[in-house]
């Protein structure tokens, strides 16, 4: 069975540049969460959605950073101008349910890096 | 504010040892608690969970322990082996979809 897919794995970019991280989620999964993770704060929610809806975008960090669901199975994260503090790796991770105890299962991550 | 926190970013054990990862909690509402183990180039992948009306929970090798009390919890790995080197995360949730995780230990198994 095809676990979460994220594209690309690696995105190198400079600063300023608009940049889009993509997500598949697993087949007959209903809630999709971003995070983000550095050495510093760990692995960080950015956004949750549920059935396509944005449920929760609290964690996003600033208006640069924009994330959305057309369907049930791809969803993108934007970040729009970057900036190098958002080098770092960032996971999809795709549940059935709500997400409560059902585990989350992560995507392989992008690893970002912006100049 | 880190409510949940892995006070040790690394730790090496000899192989056939007992690893013992530690996570401390702040947050009293916090009743499910889990870890993810992550090698690099990968996505963390769902090791094991416990329940806040268990103190202790066991799969295996792995063995995670819950004090409520102390808000601690730690995962027990018996015999370590050098597959087990990776970096280890604990989350914590209140009964929701919303994950705060540590900031992750890296284990070291030596041979």
């Known amino acids: 069975d095809a676990g979460v897919i994220q594209s690309p794995r690696h995105e190198v970019t400079e600063m300023g540049q608009e940049v889009t991280l993509r997500c598949k989620p697993i087949?007959?999964?209903?809630?999709l969460f971003w995070y983000r993770q550095t050495m510093m704060r760990g692995l960080e929610l950015l956004i949750y959605?549920?059935?396509?809806?944005?449920?929760?975008d609290s964690g996003m960090p600033e208006d640069r950073f924009s994330a959305k669901m057309p369907n049930a199975s791809f969803s993108t994260l934007k970040i729009q101008p970057s900036e190098p503090r958002d080098s770092a790796v960032y996971f999809c991770?795709?549940?059935?349910?709500?997400?409560?105890?059902?585990?989350?299962?992560f995507g392989p991550g992008t690893r970002l890096l912006v100049l | 504010d880190q409510q949940v926190k892995q006070n040790s970013p690394s730790l090496s054990v000899q192989e056939g040892r007992i690893s013992i990862l530690n996570c401390d909690y702040t947050?009293?509402?916090?009743?499910?608690f889990l870890w993810y183990k992550k090698y690099p180039a990968e996505g963390p992948t769902f090791l094991i969970s416990?329940?806040?009306?268990?103190d202790k929970n066991e799969d295996g090798r792995f063995t995670v322990f819950l004090n409520k009390s102390a808000k601690h919890l730690s995962l027990h790995i018996v015999p370590s082996q050098p597959g087990d080197s990776a970096v280890y995360f604990c989350?914590?949730?209140?009964?929701?979809?919303?994950?705060?995780f540590g900031t992750g230990t890296r284990l070291k198994v030596l041979a």
């Open positions: 947050n009293s509402m916090f009743d499910y």
């Open positions: 989350a914590a949730s209140s009964g929701t979809y919303k994950y705060i």
């Open positions: 416990i329940s806040s009306i268990k």
């Open positions: 087949s007959g999964h209903n809630s």
């Open positions: 959605f549920n059935n396509n809806v944005p449920i929760d």
């Open positions: 991770a795709s549940t059935a349910g709500m997400g409560g105890q059902e585990t989350q299962y």
